[in-house]
């Protein structure tokens, strides 16, 4: 296949890159390159032949069109996006832009694009989203294809959005189109804002690690690589209009979770201490869902893809990543809003 991938230098883009190349497809990354995107992740597939690098802003009408003009690509997999929870509080604006803007916008190029090439029977649109459109679960249950929408960040709103956009230009134009929302990734190149890499390079650091009100909320981690595979799995045989839930199959609560981490950096690194005496709990997140969890029945049935990494294992990998790569992580430690607590008060 040839492959059009917006946010290729982002960190689940990334993973789908690397994959997509490893496996033999052809790979055009469109990416704006705001303070989470990094073409170091990248490094190992950037002299490939089968790569190509388009510094694009998915809200730029005229340069998507030139790029599926000159490029022709079979899939479109969409997933740039703006992702932080707690900068969605604080900035709303920037996610509506980007999410809802940015997949109105690149829709619309990849319809004229479609109807252009004469509707061909092999392109489709391949939409990435989130578990978190879904809203919050109880202590039980799971996150079905069927479960109504019912977001409760900015964030969520804003994927829910190009949820229902990617739906409507499949039902009103025809355009192919597929969904998939996954749960909680973690990994390697797993940019150092989001909760397992602030675990981390706090404990490393010797300062203290947040836990965001009692630690009780739920997450179903799923390994990146293991969603860049079923990604994959999902562009070349997902059934057209169909959506597809992503999940991990690991539901741990935050405060496990940090313990967990703790206890490798333990014994890979250990410190006068041991990291959990760091745990701090701070202020919880306005709207903080409770509980995430997927029923993953449908792409296991279905498309015959299950996750093939635990979260014991996952951490254990991811961890050891961080300890190998601080020339990655020491320069992106100087962004925007990186090592701030964001999102505290709505």
């Known amino acids: 296949m040839k492959l059009l991938i917006t946010g290729g230098a982002g960190f689940i883009g990334s993973a ?65 996006a703006e992702s932080h929870v707690d900068r969605s509080i604080d900035g709303p604006g920037a996610f509506i832009e980007t999410n809802v803007t940015g997949t109105y916008t690149l829709l619309e190029a990849a319809r004229a694009f479609w109807m252009t090439a004469s509707q061909p029977a092999s392109f489709r649109f391949h939409h990435i989203s989130t578990d978190e459109v879904y809203g919050t679960l109880g202590a039980t249950g799971q996150f079905t294809e069927a479960t109504p929408y019912a977001p409760n960040s900015p964030y969520s709103a804003s994927k829910a959005a190009s949820d229902h956009l990617v739906r409507a230009w499949g039902e009103t134009y025809g355009l192919p189109i597929v969904v998939t929302n996954c749960s909680n990734n973690y990994g390697p190149y797993h940019f150092p804002e989001k909760l397992i890499p602030v675990v981390i390079l706090n404990a490393l650091a010797g300062k203290p690690i947040p836990i965001y009100g009692d630690g009780s909320n739920v997450r179903d981690w799923l390994y990146v690589e293991d969603h860049a595979d079923a990604l994959l799995t999902v562009a070349q045989k997902g059934a057209l209009g169909r959506t597809y839930n992503i999940g991990g199959e690991n539901e741990v609560s935050n405060l496990d979770l940090v313990h967990k981490i703790c206890a490798i950096l333990d014994g890979k690194r250990p410190a006068a201490n041991p990291y959990a005496s760091l745990i701090t709990y701070v202020t919880d997140r306005p709207g903080h869902d409770l509980r995430y969890a997927i029923d993953p029945t449908r792409i296991r049935t279905e498309l015959g893809w299950r996750p093939s990494v635990t979260v014991d294992q996952g951490l254990e990998l991811t961890v050891q990543w961080y300890l190998d790569n601080e020339d990655w992580w020491r320069t992106l430690q100087d962004r925007q809003g990186v090592g701030q607590r964001l999102g505290v008060t709505a």
Request: charged share 20%; proline share 3%; with cysteine.
């Open 16 to 80: 789908v890159v690397r994959q997509a190349i490893a496996a033999g497809h052809s790979v055009v990354n469109v990416d704006k390159l705001t303070y989470a995107g990094c073409l170091e992740n990248l490094t190992s597939v950037s002299n490939a032949p089968e790569y190509v690098f388009e510094q694009v802003d998915i809200c730029d009408r005229d340069a998507l069109d030139r790029v599926f003009e000159t490029h022709s690509p079979d899939v479109v997999m969409h997933l740039a």
